[in-house]
């Protein structure tokens, strides 16, 4: 990591239990120990999903609409490749080889004979994806997640995930393409592609959630407990999210 890329993350580090010192202050605790901040989190909920329902989803539904499935696959299988390459070193940081070599390969073949990954040909070669982020990789040394955050624009999070989110944005290769308008029409692209591909379990969602707030924060922090624990959490998930050793 640069000079440049730890002072980001120490600086998210602060502003991050800064922002949770002072929610803490100003909200009551929720009911669930692991939402302290259930008050400002609904707040914020409430602020993306009218967002979601102003933007984000009809230009989802729009991308749908007008652009083929093959060309959609590809688009997904692009931006797929551009997370193995991150997910190996992710891997790697984890001291899995297995996995590390199995990432690495899939990055291998689908740039090459999979045309820059818009042909997922790794799977087809039984080449297991293993997505790994910086979040992840401090929960298997140890990091504890801390408490269930609601980000503006992005989303379900944790304390830990938040203060990773720097890491994991310089570890995206977008973020290292110098011609801001490619870039910028990139991350456009991948936050389309993203949006359109929940669009029905969004509206199952919608449909039959009783309370839509507390089923995705249940989801989001079982599904980051799963993904620390390669699938396989311990049985009483409040007492760690260390990795059992092997």
Same mark, same amino acid.
């Given at each position: 990591?640069?000079?440049?890329?730890?002072?980001?993350?120490? #600086?998210?580090?602060?502003? *991050?239990?800064?922002?949770?010192?002072?929610? &803490?202050?100003?909200? =009551?605790? &929720?009911?669930? =120990?692991?939402?302290?901040?259930?008050?400002?989190?609904?707040?914020?909920?409430?602020?993306?999903?009218?967002?979601?329902?102003? @933007?984000?989803?009809?230009?989802?539904?729009? /991308?749908?609409?007008?652009?083929?499935?093959? *060309?959609?696959?590809?688009?997904?299988?692009?931006?797929?490749?551009?997370?193995? @390459?991150?997910?190996?070193?992710? !891997?790697?940081?984890?001291?899995?080889?297995?996995?590390?070599?199995? #990432?690495?390969?899939?990055?291998?073949? !689908?740039?090459?004979?999979?045309?820059?990954?818009?042909?997922?040909?790794?799977?087809?070669?039984?080449?297991?994806?293993?997505?790994?982020?910086?979040?992840?990789?401090?929960? /298997?040394? &140890?990091?504890?997640?801390?408490?269930?955050? @609601?980000?503006? @624009?992005?989303? =379900?999070?944790?304390?830990?995930?938040?203060?990773?989110?720097?890491?994991d944005t310089q570890g995206n290769l977008v973020r290292q393409i110098d011609h801001v308008p490619t870039r910028n029409t990139l991350w456009l692209t991948g936050a389309v592609d993203k949006r359109s591909r929940f669009l029905d379990a969004s509206d199952q969602v919608d449909a039959l959630a009783l309370d839509k707030y507390i089923f995705l924060r249940d989801v989001f922090l079982?599904?980051?407990? #799963?993904?620390?624990?390669? &699938?396989?959490?311990?049985?009483?998930?409040?007492?760690?999210?260390?990795?059992?050793?092997?």
């Amino acid at each position: 990591m640069t000079q440049r890329g730890l002072f980001r993350f120490s #600086s998210l580090w602060l502003v *991050v239990l800064l922002l949770a010192g002072l929610v &803490g202050c100003a909200a =009551p605790s &929720g009911s669930d =120990p692991r939402d302290p901040f259930e008050s400002y989190n609904r707040s914020v909920t409430r602020f993306n999903d009218n967002l979601d329902e102003a @933007v984000l989803k009809p230009v989802a539904q729009t /991308y749908v609409q007008v652009t083929p499935s093959p *060309v959609r696959t590809g688009v997904k299988n692009f931006f797929g490749n551009l997370g193995d @390459v991150w997910s190996t070193l992710n !891997n790697a940081m984890q001291l899995k080889p297995k996995e590390t070599v199995e #990432s690495l390969a899939r990055v291998l073949v !689908n740039t090459v004979v999979g045309i820059y990954g818009l042909f997922d040909v790794a799977t087809e070669l039984n080449l297991t994806r293993h997505a790994e982020d910086f979040g992840q990789t401090l929960g /298997y040394w &140890g990091v504890p997640s801390g408490p269930y955050l @609601v980000l503006p @624009v992005l989303g =379900p999070s944790t304390l830990r995930d938040t203060a990773s989110l720097s890491i994991d944005t310089q570890g995206n290769l977008v973020r290292q393409i110098d011609h801001v308008p490619t870039r910028n029409t990139l991350w456009l692209t991948g936050a389309v592609d993203k949006r359109s591909r929940f669009l029905d379990a969004s509206d199952q969602v919608d449909a039959l959630a009783l309370d839509k707030y507390i089923f995705l924060r249940d989801v989001f922090l079982q599904k980051r407990l #799963s993904d620390v624990w390669d &699938g396989n959490p311990p049985e009483a998930p409040e007492e760690t999210e260390e990795p059992k050793p092997e």
